[in-house]
């Protein structure tokens, strides 16, 4: 049965030209090794299936042939326990060398863990000399499979785990590399000067033609170039006659899965059920008219490349990428010709823009989207691509007409990219039929708008990427209460839309402030990035490898890479190829997003926030002021300042209001430093803070969230409140009318005042909300002149007056209207003594003349007397503070009115006597008059 894997008793073959040059190149290195030289370690590298381990086996059997010593292992085998040093990793890698030496000389090669069954039987042929051979050969097979968790491992700055022992060994290192795990070990520019890195190439269709002319190309194609598959598939090949479509799946399933792309699309196959002649034999035919089959002119396709390389060159390619682009052009150009005659179609030019974009994926494939070059050509193909039309028709087709050597027909070189889908670089992953299922799928599983998300820590900050299956979920979460997670400025959203039109989304909202500050965008990967992640994630979910969404993709990605190593070694490195993709996709939005974690710090007026944001809680509502550019509106702030200041008992209030516009407000001259310092560290981004401010479902606490700083917290509180507050007109009418009311208390006040001076007769100072009666008029006119102010010094003034109201209310007018109580009580004493003194003059003169004393001389005793009971009340003070009347002397001031009273009644009391007796004395006196 014949072998299609690697084994030491299979002879290498060169296979092409460049075969020829690296197995005489690597044999070269190794003579100079063995005879004493020390050349760089090889790395080889080359897709799954290209021939490296077949090669390491050559390298193994030359080496032992020519006096040396090789040992063989894999990477896994040699991964530490525990975390080490580069330095240590390199003592246990020489300790166990030197271990399988010794066993090696002792004859113990059974227990030599580094040799496989078929190499310890190679090796006792040439075990007889074992003593004389000195020069150690050290082959490392399988690096992509374990170099991540190397990485883990052995931690250096550099990433070169390897990188102190190829310094210090003494032995001569050769590994083994698929393409990615190689651009990952030669990350640095040190670890690339340290290893020769060689290329296999793939097998070329021009050496499977020599086996079979005929299916040479079809072999080529469905064994992608791959040597290993390409013999099992030649054998295959050569036991069907392909007229039926049940040969092309036998043939599928005995070739089985390349990192799950079937050898042919059976589907796209089912679709060219007429047109099988022109599938097995992928060259140039006569012209015939079959379904998806193409005419085209006949052209060498030597002649061909070189005049596509001038075309490139006038296009403004590098030689190097031209160079590069042609040698991979020409190996997909020969497995689709015979003669060396390609097929051009002149009518339908977007073929050769496949020709173009196959041979970029099999670059693809053996070199990955690390190396510069793939880089460099697949970024002018999307160039070229958006101009081909024009560049065909200017560039190539004057010139392929004259190149013209016939006409003939070939399967459509797109249905050949549909057949024969790249292993590596084709999305397709996992068992659906459809990418349709798989979104299907997809959308049945998820539990949010999302599907994944990934994170990246960059030095200013962190960007979060979340992973969106269509425009709908993407859409209902933009108007999420979510988004609102991304208002810190060190935080950045992607949102990777998978499928969908990301023009068709509509950003409102928070949304579209993050979009204009540039810390949100919304991205679709390439087209093939985008369907293996809808396979991917399809195949995670639908698999419950993981339950509603993929927190860490990468790791997600990372892990299932490794699992899939032992079962399928292409679809773990077709993981492994877009994990690659993914990384360079997301590294490129590192330094697109404009995050910076100090964007809305305080920096001028961090000190004078920190402290008067210490000393006074409103301070926030004054901040707006710093921003209010009316000269008017600011000499409103600067009039209710001074007017509060001016006022002790204003200034006094409980409020802090005066203290903190007199420390941290309007001056005279205008703004004080403290406002000055926010202006200058928040005036560049006010108007996007406005515009944040205004979006719907912003709070005051979403909108502090811009900052970490507590003092850049307190200045995003108070623009928040001058670009959203504001005051109702009903409210504003509200606030005049208070100040009107106050207005008329403190005039009842005047007027108690007024009369329990002319009622007690004391001089009776004003009470405090009458002194203070003039600026709260002022406090009226403020107000009334604020009308058609702006809306946050509507709102701050009102805020102000409201509270100063308040707090004058309560710490003056209220007491001193319980003050106006207790007078209005107490001047009751003096108004009834005053109504007691009238009677006075209604006394007989006969009182006064019984009294021997006038009535002028009888009032001025009470009045004196009165008198005196007013400075026994005042102690003998000239004036009387108005809320000092529970102070006064009211008890002996009463007692004194009490006994005048009494005098008064006294008297009233002697002139209703003499009044009676009087009258009886007139009576004696008529009856005497009758007796007489």
Known sequence: MPRYVAAIDTVWKDFTEKHKEIREEVERKLKDFLEGRKPNPVAIRGPIGQGKTQLLYSIFKFVWKNGGIALYTTLDKLLPEKETTASDFAQQLNLS?????????????????FFTEEMKRFIKVYSE??????????????????????????????RSPFGYWLEHTPYFPIAAFAPLSHYEALYGEAEKRRWDSIALPPITARTLKLKNKDFGNFVWWISRGRLGISYKAMDSVKRKKFTEFKEFKDLVNELGPIAG????????????????????????????????????????????IEFLKVCLRNEGWTERSIEFFAYYFDIIAEALSQSNNILISFEKYEEILVLFKLSIDLATEHETLEDSEVKYISERFRELKEKFPSFFFTRLYPQLRKLSKGKGSVLSYQEVANLFPMPITSPIFGDFDTIDKAKEILLSNISYNYVAKDEIETTRGLLTFLYFPNEVKLGSYLVSQEILDFLPPNKGLVCVLLNGDPLQIKVNGVAKWLNEVGRMKIATPSKMLRDFLIYFLAWTLNERIVEGYINDLKTVLYEQAEQLWSKDKESSRKVSHYVSMLGTFLGSFKDMLLLDREKYSAKVSIDSIRRYGERYTRFPDIVGIAFTRNRDERNLIYRFRKLLLDSDELKSLRSGIGGLLEDASVTKIGLSTTLENIRNDFEGELHLLRALAHERGIEEENFIKLSEQTEAKTALKGIYRFARCNIPPSRFEEIKKEISGTLEEIKKLKQVRESIIQDIGISLRESRSEKNQSQIKELLQIINDAENSSQYIKWLLGEFITVILNDFKNQYLHPDQTTRSKWEARSDIAKSFAIRRENIDKLKKETFDWLEKKKDEIKGELNNGYKEALEILMRYDREVDWENVDALEWSSFEEKIDALVDQVETLKEIDSKLQEILQLASEINNQLKEVM
């Open 97 to 113: 060398i030197n271990q399988a030496i010794e066993k090696l000389k002792a004859g113990q090669i059974m227990e030599i863990p």
């Open 129 to 158: 000399n074992i003593h004389e051979r000195n020069k150690v050969v050290f082959l490392i097979d399988e690096m992509e499979r374990s170099y991540e968790k190397l990485l883990n491992k052995v931690k250096t700055d550099d």
């Open 261 to 304: 792309v079937p050898a042919i699309d059976l589907d796209s196959l089912a679709k060219l059920a007429k047109s099988f002649s022109f599938i097995i034999k992928l060259f140039p035919q006569s012209k015939v008219m079959l379904p998806r089959v193409i005419e085209g002119e006949l052209i060498d396709k030597a002649e061909f």
